[in-house]
């Protein structure tokens, strides 16, 4: 295994731990923390494809991508939202958030047999979906609503499995940019969880503008 291991290979395995961590950190009860790890878990992810394209990736690498998105993007997301739920919304948000999970999971399982010299993804990226989740609970309590979170669940999850092309961030200008506002995100939860709520909702912006950039492109 460790002659077929290369480098992107590790950077995913990091991606991997993040959501294994968060998932740990909540049931702990570090509320904003957990979901802080789903944004690292991301910039693993971008990380990990850059560095494939500029050097080499394994045989193994596809699958094992898709194997930490399952659990950075999917199943953290899913145990770190039920964790906030208390309320007689628990079982309906619950539904929804397998929902989420199922559509995640076909979603990655359909990527895996396509051609990926494509210029754009086949439906919503699970990635994408995670980074939405965690950024709406990063936003803090006075934004976090049960209902609005099995909307959110639901509308991504037939996102992901619908045939919408979205466009691959691959320009490194946009990619710098986001890197610095996910590090500022994450690091602002030392300095002042306030500033973290704000810089969540920054990003929640950013990713509903990808979210919605095929109806977008469409009017344009």
Do not use: W
């Amino acid at each position: 295994m460790l002659h077929i291991l290369k480098l992107p290979d590790l950077v995913t395995l990091i991606n991997a731990l993040c959501g294994v961590i968060a998932i740990l950190l909540v049931l702990d009860g570090f509320t904003y923390l957990a979901p802080l790890l789903i944004l690292v878990a991301a910039v693993a992810d971008g990380l990990d494809g850059h560095i494939a394209r500029k050097f080499s990736s394994s045989e193994i690498g596809s699958n094992l991508d898709s194997l930490a998105d399952v659990i950075s993007f999917g199943v953290a997301p899913v145990v770190i939202t039920h964790s906030l739920v208390k309320d007689e919304m628990q079982y309906i948000t619950l539904l929804a958030l397998m929902f989420y999970l199922v559509c995640g999971i076909l979603r990655l399982a359909r990527f895996n047999t396509m051609n990926k010299a494509m210029s754009s993804f086949s439906g919503l990226p699970i990635t994408a979906g995670g980074i939405a989740i965690s950024s709406y609970i990063l936003m803090g309590e006075g934004y976090f609503d049960a209902n609005m979170m099995a909307l959110i669940a639901v509308i991504i999850g037939i996102l992901m499995i619908s045939s919408i092309p979205y466009i691959k961030a691959r320009n490194k200008t946009l990619l710098v940019a986001l890197t610095i506002i996910f590090f500022i995100t994450i690091m602002s939860y030392v300095v002042n969880i306030d500033h973290t709520h704000t810089m969540a909702a920054l990003l929640t912006g950013l990713v509903t503008l990808y979210i919605i950039s095929p109806i977008i492109k469409i009017k344009v």
